[in-house]
T-cell receptor, first 114, second 115 residues
Framework: GDSVTQMEGPVTLSEEAFLTINCTYT??????LFWYVQYPGEGLQLLLK?????DKGSNKGFEATYRKETTSFHLEKGSVQVSDSAVYFC?????????????FGKGITLSVRP | DTAVSQTPKYLVTQMGNDKSIKCEQN?????MYWYKQDSKKFLKIMFS???????INETVPNRFSPKSPDKAHLNLHINSLELGDSAVYFC??????????????FGPGTRLTVL
């Protein structure tokens, strides 16, 4: 079945550091890929998405490129802020199937210190 | 003007009790979902409704019963609560479900603690 694998966490960075969070997936066909973010005490919200190979999703300084050849969708940000401290989830939606659903990775907690 | 709202935000109860969580969305979406998030933040879908029709029913004990009186509401009733039911429950909605999965909009969550 479909699956999403995220790098192990937690991750702690200093403000203005470069961020990479790895995400790889297993799915048939061409799934859509998402990054969701969960700030402390809140529900998840969409950060960015990509629906086909080589698409780049971007939002709030974050970027991720859909790489079909490596089945990856790594999240990057050039300079993190304290306000980026949150849990980040990679997810996929299959391209086939009558009742599609999002499959989430385990999530990774990011802490940014001043 | 909250998009997806849930009540209550916190729920503390004894083992064996029955409780309900309510969810409402004002986005005009057709599809609604219930997720369970455990203490390690792992998120798992439980149910999905499209226009009041159940379309996804994962392997969930039948003590959990969703009900959708209309497409803007999806409630979750839990019978005979157990310690392992303690978690954060999220409601979500999307414009479309079924074959295509649109962006999902999540509620703030209900933290259920079973003592």
């Amino acid at each position: 079945g479909d699956s999403v694998t995220q790098m192990e966490g937690p991750v702690t960075l200093s403000e203005e550091a470069f961020l990479t969070i790895n995400c790889t997936y297993t799915a048939t066909g061409y799934p859509s890929l998402f990054w969701y973010v969960q700030y402390p005490g809140e529900g998840l919200q969409l950060l960015l998405k990509a629906t086909k190979a080589d698409d780049k999703g971007s939002n709030k300084g974050f970027e991720a490129t859909y790489r079909k050849e490596t089945t990856s969708f790594h999240l990057e940000k050039g300079s993190v802020q304290v306000s980026d401290s949150a849990v980040y989830f990679c997810a996929l939606s299959p391209s086939t199937g009558a009742n599609s659903k999002l499959t989430f990775g385990k999530g990774i907690t990011l802490s940014v210190r001043p | 003007d909250t998009a997806v709202s849930q009540t209550p935000k916190y729920l503390v109860t004894q083992m064996g009790n029955d409780k309900s969580i309510k969810c409402e969305q004002n986005l005009g979406h057709d599809t609604m979902y219930w997720y369970k998030q455990d203490s390690k933040k792992f998120l798992k879908i439980m149910f999905s409704y499209n226009n009041k029709e159940l379309i996804i029913n994962e392997t969930v004990p039948n003590r959990f019963s969703p009900k959708s009186p209309d497409k803007a509401h999806l409630n979750l009733h839990i019978n005979s609560l157990e310690l392992g039911d303690s978690a954060v429950y999220f409601c979500a909605s999307s414009q479309r479900g079924g074959l295509f999965v649109d962006t999902q909009y999540f509620g703030p969550g209900t933290r259920l603690t079973v003592l």
